[in-house]
């Protein structure tokens, strides 16, 4: 094993130092899952205000209990345990629409314990960490990667959305001048349009055939698609149902103003990828040298890890590179 040339006070204080740390990993994710984005459910209630004319009513009871039903697994126990584990179940679901895969909070919590399982049987069993050590890690790891992937899946379903969007409205403005209703060019839009542009579109229209109207439809897709220019388009098709005038000129404009928008990010990214790919090398060259150095002389490598003093080095060092890596990251991120 590993640490079997501690002393054993110096495995307790090793233990202690990786597992309060790890410790401090989940709590760190415990807040995610459990606090929510303020400023952004504040823009939300006031672009909903401002689209409907009036202060946000409370959504009827009837429809969350719907939704909610679909996430149960069928056994009241498990039911009432994930009630209780998960703080948040309603952003947990938000995250999970937004991925575009039918993924219900059962089945994420399902995959989070296999998650922990299958790291606790490599960290303990087969690796030989001690007890102490691999259940914090296990727990750690196993909320953080179905985190992350959820994460990766709801941003690229957006990115993918953007790409097409601006040639949705221009196909949408084709159809008002042509003499359509609104009501028929998102039927169009959702037809013609690739996916999840038409998709999404089309779900508008299923939603306009049982009666919602065209703002509640495309604020429903609004909680899958969370984005500004998506929202634009929202008021902008509220503001000319109240006040009146050529709606195809003020969605024809919208458009041009998301395709500059997208040019001066890609612009961006352009003029930042030096930096992005510093930090890429900066921060992997650590470990490259790590494993190089251990290919070609392990024990001398070995002594940072059984040393208690190695692993407090590696501490640090792990602190400072992932400090220097997210300043960098936070240099070549821009708001447009």
């Given at each position: 094993?590993?640490?079997?040339?501690?002393?054993?006070a110096d495995q307790i204080t090793v233990m202690l130092v990786v597992g309060g740390a790890t410790l401090l990993i989940s709590l760190l994710l415990f807040?995610?899952?459990?606090?929510?984005?303020?400023?952004?459910?504040?823009?939300?209630?006031?672009?909903?205000?401002?689209?409907?004319?009036?202060?946000?009513?409370?959504?009827p009871k009837s429809g969350t209990s719907a939704r909610r039903s679909q996430d149960t697994s069928g056994i009241k126990l498990l039911d009432a345990l994930?009630?209780?584990?998960?703080?948040?179940?309603?952003?947990?679901?938000?995250?999970?629409?937004?991925?575009?895969?039918?993924?219900?909070?059962?089945?994420?919590?399902?995959?989070?314990?296999?998650?922990?399982?299958?790291?606790?049987?490599?960290?303990?069993?087969?690796?030989?960490?001690?007890?102490?050590?691999?259940?914090?890690?296990?727990?750690?790891?196993?909320?953080?990667?179905?985190?992350?992937?959820?994460?990766?899946?709801?941003?690229?379903?957006?990115?993918?959305?953007?790409?097409?969007?601006?040639?949705?409205?221009?196909?949408?403005?084709?159809?008002?001048?042509?003499?359509?209703?609104?009501?028929?060019?998102?039927?169009?839009?959702?037809?013609?349009?690739?996916?999840?542009?038409?998709?999404?579109?089309?779900?508008?229209?299923?939603?306009?055939?049982?009666?919602?109207?065209?703002?509640?439809?495309?604020?429903?897709?609004?909680?899958?698609?969370?984005?500004?220019?998506?929202?634009?388009?929202?008021?902008?098709?509220?503001?000319?149902?109240?006040?009146?005038?050529?709606?195809?000129?003020?969605?024809?404009?919208?458009?041009?103003?998301?395709?500059?928008?997208?040019?001066?990010?890609?612009?961006?990214?352009?003029?930042?990828?030096?930096?992005?790919?510093?930090?890429?090398?900066?921060?992997?060259?650590?470990?490259?040298?790590?494993?190089?150095?251990?290919?070609?002389?392990?024990?001398?490598?070995?002594?940072?890890?059984?040393?208690?003093?190695?692993?407090?080095?590696?501490?640090?060092?792990?602190?400072?590179?992932?400090?220097?890596?997210?300043?960098?990251?936070?240099?070549?991120?821009?708001?447009?």
């Amino acid at each position: 094993m590993m640490f079997g040339t501690f002393a054993p006070a110096d495995q307790i204080t090793v233990m202690l130092v990786v597992g309060g740390a790890t410790l401090l990993i989940s709590l760190l994710l415990f807040f995610t899952f459990a606090g929510g984005e303020s400023f952004s459910r504040q823009s939300k209630r006031r672009l909903i205000e401002i689209s409907q004319g009036e202060k946000t009513m409370s959504k009827p009871k009837s429809g969350t209990s719907a939704r909610r039903s679909q996430d149960t697994s069928g056994i009241k126990l498990l039911d009432a345990l994930l009630k209780r584990l998960i703080p948040n179940p309603d952003l947990l679901r938000s995250r999970l629409e937004k991925t575009g895969f039918k993924i219900t909070v059962f089945k994420y919590a399902t995959a989070t314990v296999l998650f922990i399982a299958n790291i606790f049987v490599f960290c303990y069993f087969l690796y030989g960490l001690p007890l102490m050590l691999a259940i914090p890690i296990s727990i750690a790891s196993g909320l953080f990667l179905p985190h992350v992937i959820v994460g990766y899946l709801g941003g690229r379903r957006i990115k993918k959305f953007m790409k097409t969007f601006p040639e949705a409205i221009e196909l949408l403005c084709r159809g008002l001048r042509a003499g359509l209703p609104i009501s028929e060019a998102i039927v169009t839009v959702g037809h013609d349009a690739p996916d999840p542009v038409g998709a999404e579109f089309r779900g508008v229209a299923n939603a306009m055939r049982v009666g919602q109207s065209i703002e509640q439809g495309l604020w429903n897709v609004s909680k899958r698609i969370d984005l500004p220019d998506f929202k634009f388009l929202i008021i902008a098709i509220s503001i000319q149902r109240e006040t009146g005038g050529n709606l195809a000129e003020t969605l024809g404009g919208l458009a041009n103003t998301l395709r500059k928008r997208r040019q001066i990010k890609l612009k961006i990214k352009a003029m930042s990828s030096e930096a992005r790919a510093s930090a890429w090398i900066i921060g992997s060259l650590p470990f490259i040298m790590f494993f190089l150095l251990w290919l070609a002389n392990g024990s001398y490598v070995m002594t940072l890890l059984e040393d208690p003093r190695g692993m407090y080095m590696i501490g640090v060092g792990l602190t400072m590179i992932a400090s220097g890596v997210g300043v960098m990251a936070k240099m070549v991120r821009f708001e447009i």
